[in-house]
């Protein structure tokens, strides 16, 4: 490999992952180290192509006022093509996000009114969920289902009938899914778009994990499955996963639909909430050029292997836990309930142990599914062969 995903970094400044414990009242014990596999960002040295753009421009020595520059709209195009497939995409069609969430919450405050129904799935990527809850949506949930081979589906009849008997007019759709990983297939997606089209739900599509895709799977833009969806669906993407640049800020929509594009940004510059910053469209520059994706492909290597010896492990040594390998992002899902159940004890009392042994994980229920744990494998081979092994020897027992 061109690129090192092995070494074991410090990350012990400016690093929300490596200062915080996600569970109040509990520690590592004494002399035990930390292995970080909670919060959504990866333990990865940058990918060269950023730092070189970020010190080309810090070179030039002046942080004045800016605009985003055409390089800028370009590399996204270029990506969005040579990544997704994605043709005819202009300048026009992209506008510029602080953030997924802030673009999200942007979309629902312009099409609805605070106290109604927004549809998404359970499990929910609890960002979506503090996002609805401090703006007053009320959230509505329609359960996927796990079929014969633990595969996540989504339930079109349940989803419809929610819609319905909650006056539902925006739906909230992620793709791929966080927290199972799901990557959906185009007539899966198709089946959805066209409930919501039955409907007349206006599609707010989080595709910020479109670029974590393990080998045998595709990525399929909801805005591609149709002229209609085309134009029923703001989508939402970043760099900020791929590449782990939440610190710096950026993220950027997609709408193609005219009026739709216009009240929403008509909306963000009332409220000033986007402030571009020009080391983040650097970032971005860097991140989307071709030695990008050249790191951007070896990382899912990384990543996948990781996943597949975790995947193995639970399976092999862990008895009562159940988790499907994800087909996109690089977070475990895992459902303790049989675990749990035939130790007589709560899934918190897991959680805890855990971190006790430094393992710092994440609390799954917030996500909206009982009895589970979110882990974050984006990390050195090494650390999650500890991990494992620790979870083996002084959790699950």
């Known amino acids: 490999m061109k690129y090192d995903f092995e070494t074991v970094m410090e990350r012990n400044e400016d690093c929300l992952a490596a200062e915080k414990i996600p569970f109040e009242g509990v520690q590592p014990e004494e002399g035990v180290s930390r292995i970080n596999m909670w919060i959504a960002d990866m333990s990865f040295p940058t990918a060269p192509s950023i730092l070189k753009a970020i010190r080309e421009r810090t070179d030039k020595a002046h942080f004045g006022y800016f605009s985003l520059s055409d390089r800028y709209y370009d590399s996204i195009i270029s990506w969005q093509e040579r990544r997704n497939g994605v043709s005819g995409l202009e300048k026009d069609d992209i506008g510029y996000e602080n953030g997924v969430l802030g673009g999200l919450s942007s979309a629902v405050q312009v099409l609805t009114c605070p106290g109604e129904n927004i549809l998404l799935h359970a499990p929910t990527y609890i960002g979506f969920t503090h996002t609805l809850d401090a703006i007053g949506r009320n959230i509505v949930l329609s359960k996927l289902k796990r079929d014969e081979n633990g595969i996540w589906r989504m339930d079109y009849e349940d989803m419809g009938r929610k819609i319905k008997e909650n006056d539902i007019r925006v739906c909230i759709f992620c793709s791929p899914h966080n927290p199972t990983g799901r990557v959906w297939e185009r007539q899966e997606i198709e089946k959805a778009m066209q409930v919501y089209k039955d409907n007349g739900c206006t599609v707010i599509s989080d595709e910020i994990w479109s670029d974590i895709i393990m080998p045998g799977f595709k990525h399929i833009p909801t805005q591609s499955v149709s002229e209609d969806a085309r134009n029923r669906t703001v989508a939402l993407y970043a760099p900020s996963k791929t590449f782990s640049l939440a610190g710096l800020i950026g993220s950027y929509h997609i709408i193609y639909n005219k009026e739709l594009r216009a009240r929403i940004r008509r909306f963000e510059e009332m409220s000033h909430y986007n402030s571009q910053n020009v080391l983040s469209m650097h970032a971005l520059t860097g991140a989307f050029s071709m030695e990008g994706e050249q790191w ?51 899934i918190k009392e897991l959680q805890h142990r855990g971190v006790r042994k430094g393992v710092i994980w994440q609390d799954g229920e917030a996500f909206n599914w009982p009895d589970t744990i979110r882990m974050n494998f984006a990390l050195p081979y090494s650390l999650a062969e500890e991990a494992m092994k620790r979870l083996k020897e002084s959790v699950f027992i």
Not at 303 to 323: E, Q
């Open 296 to 346: 951007a492909e070896e990382m899912i290597g990384a990543i996948d292997k990781n996943l597949s010896f975790a995947c193995s492990f639970i399976d092999g040594n862990l008895p009562g836990v159940k988790v499907s390998k994800p087909q996109g992002t690089y977070m475990l899902y895992l459902d303790c309930s049989e675990f749990c159940a035939s130790k007589g004890i709560s």
